[in-house]
């Protein structure tokens, strides 16, 4: 596990990423190289090489996502070909989005 200081790490290098305190949800590919992070209004994602790199060496791309209504989670599917998102509440959709990978 890697603990990271997303204000120093990430902010203070990467003007166009979101402040800490507008992320809501995130969740590590199964291969351990992709890394979603999303706020209200977006999702962010990053790619490395290895897993010996940071996540933070670059700028996040920002992926496809409508907003709902208290939607503050997110995680892969299990072969890293989507992901989906939830809100809270009770019979809340669950939102599936078609990944297309890319390299760095």
């Not at 997110?74 to 992901?83: H, L, M, N, P, Q």
């Not at 809340?92 to 990944?99: A, D, E, I, S, V």
């Amino acid at each position: 596990v890697t603990c990271v200081d997303y204000n120093q790490e990430c902010r203070n290098r990467h003007h166009t990423s979101p402040s800490k305190g507008e992320l809501v949800g995130g969740d590590i590919s199964p291969s351990g190289l992709g890394l979603l992070i999303k706020s209200y209004s977006s999702v962010y994602y990053w790619r490395r090489s290895s897993t010996e790199e940071s996540f933070f060496d670059s700028d996040p791309r920002v992926l496809p996502y409508t907003s709902e209504r208290q939607g503050e989670a997110i995680c892969w599917d299990a072969k890293e070909r989507g992901y989906f998102t939830l809100s809270e509440g009770r019979n809340q959709m669950l939102y599936y989005y078609p990944y297309q990978r890319h390299n760095r």
